[in-house]
């Protein structure tokens, strides 16, 4: 079945560390995205990809860098110099051509990052 | 810029009655809404979505939404909640093909 994977579903890190949040899918889609999903806040964009080798910073990209070598995968690292990172992480992907808004998204099950 | 508010954080309800999460949006173009619905640690599944045309939209399990243009506004509506309603629901909207724009969600509880 079409899908999208987050790994892992939980992540522990000491303060000061890097961690990648893995984020794959075999949906054939052109576009996708990372969301930060804190209590209270709803779904806050980090980075979105459009197209390979390509993308562009959300409302809250400070402290996180993405890549997108391959269309399937869009991998988010955060960094040290993200302030508060303990938060439930979200990726999806959506067709992304132009004239397919309509199509909404297709979302991950999440990772549930915890700096210790 | 598009933003979405949803009115209230949470709403508790009695099962088998109605429930209505209310959902505003802004944006100065034409826009596509939808609901997703999201049950705890898990990604969001989409509820419904309108696109254009009939303003009474219906989706999964038993949700209808009604667009109002006038008003901007998007509510979700079930006539008779079920306990397995509990969940957290969010309204979105997108422009074209720019990034969704989520509200900050609505607690849903299905009291016993």
């Known amino acids: 079945d079409g899908g999208i994977t987050q790994s892992p579903k939980y992540l522990f890190r000491k303060e000061g560390q890097n961690v990648t949040l893995s984020c794959e899918q075999n949906l054939n889609h052109d576009a996708m995205y990372w969301y930060r999903q804190d209590p209270g806040q709803g779904l806050r964009l980090i980075y979105y990809s459009q197209i390979v080798n390509d993308f562009q910073k959300g409302d809250i990209a400070e402290g996180y860098s993405v890549s997108r070598e391959k269309k399937e995968s869009f991998p988010l690292t955060v960094t040290s110099a993200q302030k508060n990172p303990t938060a439930f992480y979200l990726c999806?992907?959506?067709?992304?051509?132009?004239?397919?808004?309509?199509?909404?998204?297709?979302f991950g099950s999440g990772t549930r990052l915890t700096i210790v | 810029a598009q933003s979405v508010t949803q009115l209230d954080s949470q709403v508790p309800v009695f099962e088998e009655a109605p429930v209505e999460l209310r959902c505003n949006y802004s944006?100065?173009?034409?826009?596509?809404l939808f609901w997703y619905v999201q049950y705890p640690n898990q990604g969001l599944q989409l509820l419904l979505k309108?696109?254009?045309?009939?303003?009474l939209v219906k989706g999964i399990n038993g949700f209808e939404a009604e667009f109002n243009k006038s008003q901007t506004s998007f509510h979700l509506r079930k006539p008779s909640v079920h306990i397995s309603d509990t969940a957290e629901y969010f309204c979105a909207v997108r422009e074209g093909n720019t990034p969704l724009v989520f509200g900050k969600g609505t607690r849903l509880s299905v009291i016993a």
């Open positions: 944006s100065s173009v034409s826009v596509y």
């Open positions: 999806a992907s959506s067709i992304g051509r132009s004239g397919t808004g309509s199509y909404g998204y297709t």
């Open positions: 309108y696109l254009s045309g009939s303003t």
